[in-house]
């Protein structure tokens, strides 16, 4: 099973709402990743969770809270959001630590929109 | 600064003819060089990788990839382009930065296959 799963696939909220986009795998990796992507536009890091320890935070601002409660699930918290967050968030996993040897195995993404 | 950069934003190929995707890196030591595919909706896929030794490297799909060295170029190749081709590549590079490992995406190249 290669098979990274993210739910919800679309997800619309207002400024004031708060909302949790999750991820999940079943590979046995150790590391685990968030990205933001823009339309047109390359993946950009912003949180590495390494056994599930934070060890990458891109200057992300803090209306996006990361949490991981156990090695197969990475969980992203949302919170007062600013139309600019709208983006397709990627969620990704690698065999080891944080490598940039290792493959990442991505899953489909969930297309936020903030209104 | 490390960089990764793909001259061609958009790329339109009749179906069955050969296809060469460009990419150029700025790295001082030895990069770990990766090809990921995006299909429209999802995430991404690695398709091919070069670290060290065969400058020539096969991956899936029927892709391969050339390490130049001399010319900092990991160009993509496919003899014979399929429908099912048309997507978002984008070239990678990874570096290691202070303290961690991450891995930084060129801008793409949006490829589109003509019947």
């Known amino acids: 099973d290669t098979e990274v799963t993210q739910t919800p696939k679309h997800l619309v909220m207002g400024m004031t709402n708060k909302k949790s986009l999750k991820c999940e795998q079943h590979?046995?990796?150790?590391?685990m990743y968030w990205y933001k992507q823009k339309a047109k536009k390359p993946p950009e890091l912003m949180f590495v969770y390494s056994y599930e320890k934070l060890s990458i935070n891109e200057s992300v601002p803090s209306r996006f809270s990361p949490e991981c409660p156990n090695s197969s699930l990475l969980n992203l918290h949302l919170h007062a959001l600013q139309p600019e967050d709208s983006a397709l968030y990627l969620c990704?996993?690698?065999?080891?630590?944080?490598?940039?040897?290792?493959?990442?195995?991505f899953g489909p993404g969930t297309r936020l929109t903030v209104l | 600064a490390q960089s990764v950069t793909q001259p061609d934003i958009h790329i339109t190929v009749s179906e069955g003819a050969s296809l060469e995707l460009r990419c150029n890196y700025s790295y001082g030591a030895t990069p770990y060089l990766f090809w990921y595919v995006q299909s429209p909706g999802q995430g991404l896929q690695l398709l091919l990788k070069?670290?060290?030794?065969?400058?020539l490297v096969q991956g899936i799909k029927g892709f391969e990839a050339e390490f130049k060295r001399s010319q900092s170029s990991f160009n993509l190749r496919k003899p014979s382009v399929h429908w099912s081709d048309a997507a978002e590549y984008f070239c990678?590079?990874?570096?290691?930065?202070?303290?961690?490992?991450?891995?930084?995406f060129g801008p793409g190249t949006s490829l589109s296959v003509i019947p």
């Open positions: 590979m046995g990796h150790r590391a």
């Open positions: 990678a590079v990874g570096r290691y930065e202070t303290s961690y490992d991450k891995v930084i």
């Open positions: 990704a996993s690698t065999q080891n630590q944080a490598r940039s040897t290792d493959t990442q195995y």
């Open positions: 070069y670290f060290s030794g065969d400058t």
